[in-house]
T-cell receptor, first 118, second 110 residues
């Protein structure tokens, strides 16, 4: 399967600081990437869809000014959590879409970034 | 009604048995269906994808899709303790977004 990397894998920061998370598709080009967050023992919640060369599309209830997404190239999308607060502590996971014919596209996930805000 | 529903479990099976995981979805127009496995503290890993009615087999895994009844299932044959994880059912929307169920926790007893 396709390989997606994320960096960093774990980050601890002080309240009020900003944190940038990178998501890279290593062996394919991804015009579309997705950002999810997951709380303990909960399912994945889609935050936003990141399209290369255009603005991200945010899900209802997700603050776009707090969670800045940039998809500057076909292999890199970044999520910046601005002015992080303890309630932003979560597991952030990106995925990249691999296109297929006849609607057979698939999403492959990065390993995730665990953010802890003190 | 949730878009994608799964029994949270845990589903406990003995080693070597068949584990059967089920998922129902509400959008009758859905076309693409996926099963992901997620170990605790890790990100989801794609197990199977299925796009047409019937069965699709890959090693010990078989995905089954019945669009008329709006359900997808995953069978794991010869279950191993290493299969113990949470299994997430996902349905793709026309916008390429995946809608996930809450997951079923599987425990395979040695």
């Amino acid at each position: 399967g396709a390989v997606v990397s994320q960096h960093p894998s774990r980050v601890i920061c002080k309240s009020g600081t900003s944190v940038k998370i990178e998501c890279r598709s290593l062996d394919f080009q991804a015009t579309t990437m997705f950002w999810y967050r997951q709380f303990p023992k909960k399912s994945l919640m889609l935050m936003a869809t990141s399209n290369e060369g255009s603005k991200a599309t945010y899900e209802q209830g997700v603050e776009k000014d707090k969670f800045l997404i940039n998809h500057a190239s076909l292999t890199l999308s970044t999520l910046t959590v601005t002015s992080a607060h303890p309630e932003d502590s979560s597991f952030y996971i990106c995925s990249a879409r691999v296109g297929g014919t006849g609607g057979t596209d698939t999403q492959y996930f990065g390993p995730g970034t665990r953010l802890t805000v003190l | 009604q949730k878009e994608v529903e799964q029994n949270s479990g845990p589903l406990s099976v003995p080693e070597g048995a068949i584990a059967s995981l089920n998922c129902t979805y509400s959008d009758r127009g859905s076309q693409s269906f996926f099963w992901y496995r997620q170990y605790s503290g890790k990100s989801p890993e794609l197990i199977m994808s299925i796009y047409s009615n019937g069965d699709k087999e890959d090693g010990r895994f078989t995905a089954q899709l019945n669009k008329a009844s709006q359900y997808v299932s995953l069978l794991i044959r010869d279950s191993q303790p290493s299969d113990s994880a949470t299994y997430l059912c996902a349905v793709r929307r026309s916008s390429y977004k995946l809608i996930f169920g809450s997951g079923t926790r599987l425990l395979v007893r040695p």
